[in-house]
């Protein structure tokens, strides 16, 4: 059971984490960084198992893969600003990891501009003249 092994591993980075915070800040800091780098890395897999069943339904839907492939980027921006802000705010910078999730909005607003203009358009298109 691999969650098993994410929260042992989890739970034992969180335990030296906290003998060394009282001797070594910033060991504590590079710790936790490393723990959950490695929960990340060890999920690589499983990720890639689902972008690959994602793809494989929006073929078999002929939905236009573009369209699929901006979600999934806007699901790995969200994933990936929320991971930094998490490891940001451990290093007790509350207000730069408040910057990250603001960076994180911006990019996936950005992103799905154009799936925004097409439903517009559509909504537009559907309406009588």
Not at 5 to 17: E, K, N, R, W
Not at 97 to 105: Q, S
């Amino acid at each position: 059971m691999e969650i098993l092994q994410i929260v042992g591993l989890g739970l034992i980075g969180t335990f030296l984490a906290l003998i060394l915070k009282e001797q070594k800040t910033s060991f504590a800091f590079l710790l936790t960084l490393v723990v959950g780098i490695t929960i990340f890395l060890f999920l690589i897999d499983q990720i890639a198992l689902v972008l690959r069943m994602l793809e494989h339904l929006a073929e078999e839907a002929h939905i236009n893969l573009m369209y699929v492939e901006t979600i999934m980027k806007i699901i790995g921006i969200a994933y990936i600003a929320e991971f930094g802000s998490q490891i940001t705010r451990d290093a007790g910078q509350g207000a730069i990891a408040a910057k990250i999730e603001l960076a994180g909005k911006i990019l996936i607003l950005v992103m799905a501009i154009p799936i925004l203009s097409i439903i517009i358009e559509t909504v537009i298109n559907l309406i009588p003249k």
